[in-house]
């Protein structure tokens, strides 16, 4: 202010103090009455004031110019950190799809099931947390204790604990117990069709079968849920919580029939309960269509038992395990002779008990004089010397093109891991042996798949269609797509076909090799197959006991189901007709009962096994 | 004062006719001289109320929001902890009411008394805080023993230290105001604060510590501590931070880890780091009260220390400006009163206090925003807290009952009950708040009972303030008939006469009534015997 070195109430300028000695220290300071000052003056005061108030509304000032850099100039990246600090992303997992037979049948479904985890730091009082999920968990007090007093953060007490159980626990509030997702896959079939399901691992992929080929399709796809919380993960209700849906599995439904695949699975057992045979084996297919409605290996496996089973068990034999068939393959050796006109069911040949080949001689099952046998005697009584007759005839070339031609040497393609192709040699390496083998089924190697893909050929009127398992994928929203069905290929001409089946039918009949293959009031075709076994011990023939099989359709009028079963027997000698024949018929009967097949209208026609050899 | 005297010189002159340059610097020095201060308020806040109304509406929302605050931000935690959600901010609003009621004592308290007892409210405080430490007195709580337990509630000397020392420096201070040289302000106060000082850092409470050494700052500044003096303690102080920063100690690394709160995420930095983040979170407009994030269980001491985190997540940018603004009124309104009063007592009290309050919210806000380290300190009006909240609302009080002080404040509200006798509250009204009697309070003795058997009450045998009334040296003291009917003359009127209105007094209050408008001079603070 202007006025301020006239103000009359400034402080006058200070003089110095006369200097005090030490004596006068007792002395007033001044005179009494002479004031040195009188107070602040009013211009000071407000300047003061005024200054103090500057100071403070700048400090304020300068707090909110740091809100302005904090909150809007790099407020973006601070709340983006802050964001993801609190943010926690969480998988949903989705729900596999179950596999279904025919009819919608559950053979493999999944439930949500829970994994009960401790956090063994957070875990207030163990004995006590341990008591009360004792009997919840099943799982020993003892253990539980010792889980959760285990060093780290994550603990896992017990899996697979379902739904109603993981309530409970949550409603203990137990402090340190957390509760995972873990759907869980079911198995409510059991053994049944578990050759064919498969069964998946511990984190959820499929391992075998079904589960493991339709593993993209069934497993679905995971979702993840964002969402912000608090400390000690508390979901902050007006946060982000962001889900994206796990998309469920598809479910897959087979061609499978479980009650058919009950009956096939409890023959089997019977069969393999017998002390004689060791594995067992059967295939049951629709004549016309290709489709597997049973598939079976005795012994088989229960998928949820899978982790403890013994892994030579976890397979499925009737695909992936080959054999020699034996006498079955005389169908193809015949079929071939009659499609390239070499002869008819009633072409008589002379046909000695036995015949060189090579370096070896092949005889008949039992060595006789020569016999005049039409051809369907000679399949009827399963010569092996008329085929290799018939099929020496046809040639090699020609009788490899055919059984290639039938399916042999080659995967099926049926939805399912693991086929096994079969062994056929290339005709151009067979030796005179080999080549005299082939034809009776020996020195081939092929599944029990592939067999009854053949006898389909020859009940479809000569129209081979590769066998499936699967009829169509459901997406979880209902929409259903079946699965491509496989274009038919013709390997012999209906008439050809047709000749099969009416001499295959005289199999079982009267003089036949299998007349305990007879299905009452059904006309049956079909053949018996005995095969030597090699020794695995030795690598040859000798003490390796018999495949017997047999394979055949019913009716034979109007084939509608093809059976193939096969019996692994390494300490008997039984053939064929005597065994797998009677198992055979079982099966047969009940697949034509369950399916309400009309019997054959007509009775088996009665078959000239012998006739008289034309002289030449 | 310079605004009101400054006033008529604002019209503008009439420009000279065919200026020259010699006049057009003249006019140019005339222009100058004539603009008067910097900052001039604005007319409507030169009300001789304005100060108290300043006060009343900036804490009284700054309570407001302090209220809804703690409650938001409280409510999670208590409710995760198995409390009712409400408890914390029901509490609060408890403790609110005890403030108000509090803040209604203020108000009608006698300042010659207030100042009378302070020598012994000092040491009755510095004989608490030497209870607190005594571990069967003090209660401990996060290692530091701060608070003295009486049951229902905890009390913390230390905050009341501060009002205490506020008070009676300023007292002590005003008492010498006419001898006052630099170390006679110096003496009593500073030594004072150091022994208050050293007893709370012993809890340890830095916050307090901070508190005091504010209070001190508002003293000596505005009891005239001079400007080198001033510049002095700046370069120490300047000189002790960057010696503790380049001694690199851990220490020094700890108070300094507010520059980078990111070098240690884990344990330094954390609250800091979480602060920014709820800050940063809010962004302009906020995330909406009651929706903040922060405050589940993220940010430690999110309903008290760190409530302004809060507040600039839920309200946003937006929110934390009202409420740094509205402690910008409440120091505006502060310094107004030490402005406007002529109670040499009352200029320094509200000064100091005004500096504490609004340093104490920078400091709170300025480590909340990353500007300091992190101390205790609390926002006044705003944190959760007992003792804290109830001692400042009754500081809101005493600076109430400082505005109303005012020269014209007084005359305002005798003019006011003259033409409104009854009022809206009657005689309850006029109980809770009367309006004082001087403008510069005098200081009763203590001790002295008064005789019996008078028809005048010896009111200690101290005479009242006298303030001129425009005439140099005419201090006459109002008559007696004119003096301002006062709780012992009413004791003389009859009872059954309760609506004749009082005399009043006609004899202007200060100088606020008189035309030529002199600076008030106050009588100074010595008590006479009366004449």
């Known amino acids: 202010m202007p006025h301020r070195p006239t103000d009359p109430t400034r402080r006058p300028v200070r003089t110095t103090p006369p200097r005090r000695t030490s004596t006068e220290a007792l002395r007033p300071r001044r005179a009494p009455g002479t004031r040195r000052t009188r107070g602040l003056s009013p211009t000071v005061r407000t300047r003061r004031n005024r200054w103090g108030l500057g100071v403070l509304v700048v400090l304020l000032v300068a707090v909110a110019t740091k809100l302005v850099v904090l909150q809007g100039i790099d407020g973006t990246a601070y709340a983006q950190a802050a964001e993801s600090d609190r943010m926690r992303v969480f998988d949903i997992a989705a729900i596999r799809g179950a596999v279904l037979d025919r009819d919608g049948n559950p053979l493999a479904y999944t439930v949500e099931a829970s994994k009960v985890v401790a956090d063994p730091t957070v875990v207030e ?78 984190d959820g992929d499929g391992l075998a079968g079904i589960e493991q080929r339709y593993d993209d399709q069934l497993s679905g796809t995971d979702g993840t849920r964002r969402v912000e919380v608090g400390a000690g993960g508390i979901p902050i209700p007006s946060g982000i919580d962001e889900s994206t849906p796990a998309v469920d599995g598809s479910d897959v439904t087979l061609t499978i029939d479980e009650d058919l695949q009950y009956t096939v699975q409890q023959r089997l057992a019977t069969e393999c309960s017998n002390g004689q045979t060791t594995r067992g084996s059967a295939v049951v297919m629709e004549a016309h269509t290709g489709r597997v409605v049973a598939m079976a290996t005795c012994p088989g496996y229960d998928p949820s038992q899978a982790s403890t089973t013994d892994p030579d068990l976890l397979g499925n034999p009737a695909i992936s395990d080959v054999f020699e068939p034996g006498s079955v393959m005389k169908a193809v050796t015949l079929s071939a002779a009659i499609e390239d006109g070499h002869a008819t069911p009633d072409t008589v040949l002379s046909v000695n008990g036995h015949i060189p080949a090579g370096d070896v001689v092949v005889t008949d099952a039992h060595d006789h004089a020569p016999v005049d046998w039409t051809v369907t005697g000679i399949l ?67 599944t029990a798949l592939q067999m009854a893909s053949v006898y389909q050929t020859i009940a479809n009127g000569g129209v081979r269609i590769p066998p499936r398992i699967v009829e169509s994928t459901t997406a979880p929203d209902g929409t259903v797509t079946p699965e491509p069905q496989p274009e038919g290929t013709r390997v012999i001409s209906e008439s050809t076909a047709q000749q099969m089946a009416y001499m295959l039918e005289a199999v079982v009949g009267p003089g036949g090799t299998a007349p305990l293959g007879e299905v009452p009031g059904f006309r049956v075709a079909g053949k018996t197959g005995t095969a030597q076994r090699a020794n695995p011990e030795c690598g040859c023939y000798s003490g390796g006991g018999y495949f017997t099989t047999f394979v055949g359709f019913a009716p034979a009028d109007d084939p509608q189901y093809v059976i193939a079963v096969d019996l692994e027997r390494p300490n008997s000698d039984a053939e064929g007709g005597q065994v797998a024949a009677p198992v055979f018929a079982d099966l047969m009967q009940y697949v034509l009962a369950a399916d309400d097949v009309v019997p054959s209208g007509s009775p088996r026609p009665d078959f000239q096994l012998t006739g008289t050899a034309p002289t030449n | 004062m310079a605004a009101s005297t400054d006033a008529p010189t604002r019209t503008a002159r009439p420009a000279r006719p065919g200026g020259t340059a010699t006049s057009a610097r003249a006019a140019r020095r005339g222009a100058q001289a004539s603009r008067g201060p910097l900052f001039r308020a604005p007319a409507w806040l030169d009300g001789p109320m304005t100060s108290a109304h300043l006060v009343l509406g900036s804490a009284g929302l700054l309570l407001a929001i302090g209220l809804v605050m703690v409650f938001s931000a409280s409510s999670v935690e208590a409710a995760l902890d198995d409390q009712p959600a409400w408890l914390p901010g029901v509490r609060q609003l408890v403790f609110a ?37 005594v571990p069967g007195i003090g209660k401990e709580l996060n290692g530091a023993r701060q608070w003295i337990s009486l049951g229902v509630v905890d009390v913390q000397p230390s905050e009341l230290a501060k009002l205490v020392l506020a008070l009676w420096g300023a007292h002590v201070i005003a008492l010498r105001e006419k001898w006052l040289t630099t170390k006679a302000l110096l003496v009593p106060v500073v030594p004072a604060f150091l022994l208050l000082a050293l007893l709370v850092l012993a809890e340890p409470d830095m ?17 005239g501590l001079p400007g080198r003096w001033i510049a002095g303690l700046g370069i120490v102080a300047v000189a002790g931070i960057a010696i503790t920063a380049l001694s690199a100690s851990y220490r020094a690394a700890r108070v300094f880890s507010f520059l980078d709160p990111f070098a240690d995420p884990e344990d330094g930095g954390f609250q800091a780091i979480k602060g920014l983040y709820a800050l940063a979170t809010g962004g302009f407009t906020g995330v909406g009260l009651g929706n903040s994030r922060m405050k589940w269980n993220i940010l430690p001491h999110a309903e008290s220390d760190y ?210 408008r002199q600076p008030v001079r106050t009588p100074g603070d010595r008590p006479r015997r009366p004449r």
């Open chain 1, 125 to 202: 009082d163990p004995d006590r947390t341990a008591l009360a999920l004792t009997t919840l968990l099943g799982v020993p007090v003892d253990q539980l204790t010792d889980d959760l007093t285990a060093s780290g953060r994550y603990s896992v007490l017990a899996e697979h604990v379902d739904t109603a159980t993981s309530d409970q626990i949550t409603a203990l509030e137990l402090p340190g117990i957390v509760l995972e997702d873990q759907p869980t896959r079911l198995y409510p079939a059991g053994t049944v069709g578990g050759q064919v399901v498969g069964f998946i691992g511990r």
């Open chain 1, 380 to 446: 009827a009584k399963s010569s092996n010397v008329g085929t290799i007759m018939l099929a020496r005839e046809v040639g090699d070339a020609r009788l490899e093109q055919y059984m290639r031609a039938f399916g042999l040497g080659s995967t099926t393609g049926i939805e399912l891991p693991g086929e096994s192709a079969g062994i056929l040699q290339d005709s151009a390496d067979w030796t005179a042996s080999r080549a005299a083998n082939v034809p009776i089924g020996q020195g081939v190697s092929v």
């Open chain 2, 97 to 133: 009411v005890v403030g108000v009621g509090l803040a209604l004592v203020a108000v009608r308290l006698p300042i010659g008394h207030l100042r009378r007892y302070s020598g012994i409210a000092l040491l009755v405080v510095t004989l608490m805080l030497l209870a607190v430490l």
């Open chain 2, 207 to 223: 916050g307090a510590t901070v508190g005091l050494g504010l209070v001190v700052a508002g003293l000596l500044w505005s009891g």
């Open chain 2, 307 to 516: 409530i302004f985190a809060i507040i600039g997540e839920e309200l946003g940018f937006l929110g934390c400006l009202v409420v740094i603004t509205l402690y910008g009124v409440l120091a505006y309104a502060g310094f107004r009163i030490a402005r406007r009063a002529t109670d040499r007592f009352v200029q320094l009290a509200s000064a100091a206090i005004t500096v504490w309050l609004i340093g104490q919210a920078f400091i709170n806000m300025g480590y909340v925003v990353g500007l300091l380290p992190v101390t205790g300190v609390t926002l006044p009006l705003i944190s959760a807290g007992g003792t804290s909240l109830v001692l400042t609302l009754f500081i809101v009080g005493l600076l109430v009952r400082f505005a109303r002080t005012e020269p014209e404040a007084i005359e305002h509200l005798r003019a006011h009950r003259q033409a409104h006798p009854a009022g809206r509250l009657g005689r309850l009204g006029r109980w809770l708040v009367p309006v004082p009697e001087q403008a510069v309070a005098p200081l009763p003795v203590l001790g002295r009972r008064a005789p019996t058997g008078r028809t005048r009450p010896d009111r200690g045998g101290r005479t009242v303030a006298r303030v001129r009334d425009g005439r140099p040296g005419a201090a006459d003291r109002p008559r007696a008939a004119d003096r301002p009917a006062t709780r012992q003359t009413a004791q003389a009127r009859p009872a059954t006469d309760e609506r004749v209105p009082r005399p009043r007094s006609a004899a202007p209050v200060g100088s606020a009534g008189s035309r030529t």
